[in-house]
């Protein structure tokens, strides 16, 4: 596990914890600077996403391990913690467990998808091949390019960064990534007084992920933005800067 600390000294701990088959250097890059301008962070990497050569494990383990490094390290509490798509995983179960304490949790447009061992095994032997197959070639290299850009609307640049992610990991911790959380549940309504839980909302994701938000959470803070899954993390300041604001919100909410 790979914790780096940057920004301010002075300013409030916030988490950073990227998303699937991702380091935190390509998800939050675009708004890294920003982020750390204002807040202490503390960005994330997982065993298996970390240089280390180990395998990611399963998601508890890791989840494990970060609540020892919030204890070790700011005696139990933090302010805030912010999850991409998966890392929002992390961050439902950092409050389910309250084995250590968030001020504010906020979940970057995740879908939050929990199932079945046996559907949980069928979709990795679907998907997985796709998320480490598609830079085997040239060919599937540029196709992927375009579909991105007409997507998520990334350049050129930002696109070749996303994909050379899933290049150089590991296809066994993809695996086990992808894996691991659809089987790590969250209960329905979970409440823990003295955290707030907000939600960045991708419209264009569909309604039904905004009642999974409100399915598992008691009350939380929805703020709806017209864009796709992170797209305000790799679209360009056109929806970062928004988001940034609502985020800034997010963490001066008392508690």
């Known amino acids: 596990m ?17 998303g699937t088959a991702c380091d935190y250097q390509t998800n939050f890059a675009a708004v890294l600077d920003a982020l750390a301008g204002k807040y202490h962070l ?8 970390d240089g280390s050569g180990m395998i990611f494990p399963d998601m ?9 490094y919030i204890r070790q ?28 304490h968030l001020d504010h949790g906020i979940f970057g447009s995740p879908d939050l998808d929990q199932s079945g061992r046996f559907s949980a095994l069928l979709q990795s032997k679907l998907v997985v091949p796709l998320l480490t197959g ?9 196709k992927t390019r375009e579909k991105l850009k007409q997507f998520f609307e990334m350049n050129d640049e930002t696109a070749d960064r996303f994909m050379a992610c899933f290049e150089k990991f590991d ?17 329905d309504d979970i409440h823990v ?23 598992y959470f ?9 864009m796709q899954h992170e797209q305000w993390l790799f679209g360009g300041e056109e929806y970062a800067l928004p988001v940034l604001k609502v985020i800034d919100e997010f963490m001066e909410t008392p508690v």
Not at 60 to 68: A, G, L, S, Y
Request: hydrophobic share 30%; glycine share 8%; proline share 2%.
């Open 42 to 49: 503390v960005c994330v990497n997982y065993d298996g996403f």
């Open 134 to 142: 598609f830079t085997k070639s040239d060919k599937k290299k540029a």
């Open 218 to 226: 008691r009350d939380p803070e929805i703020r709806e933005f017209n």
């Open 60 to 68: 508890i383990t890791v989840t494990e391990k970060i609540e020892r």
């Open 2 to 18: 790979q914790f780096d600390e940057m920004g301010k000294t002075d300013g409030k701990v916030l988490f950073l914890l990227p």
């Open 171 to 187: 296809p066994e911790s993809v695996k086990n990534e992808y894996y691991t959380d659809l089987l790590t549940w969250l209960d």
């Open 73 to 100: 390290n700011y005696g139990g509490r933090i302010d805030g913690a912010i999850g991409s798509s998966l890392g929002s995983s992390f961050v439902g179960q950092l409050i389910q467990r309250q084995n250590v």
């Open 193 to 215: 007084e003295h955290t707030k839980v907000h939600f960045i909302y991708a419209s264009k994701m569909g309604e039904k992920y905004r009642k999974r938000y409100r399915k």
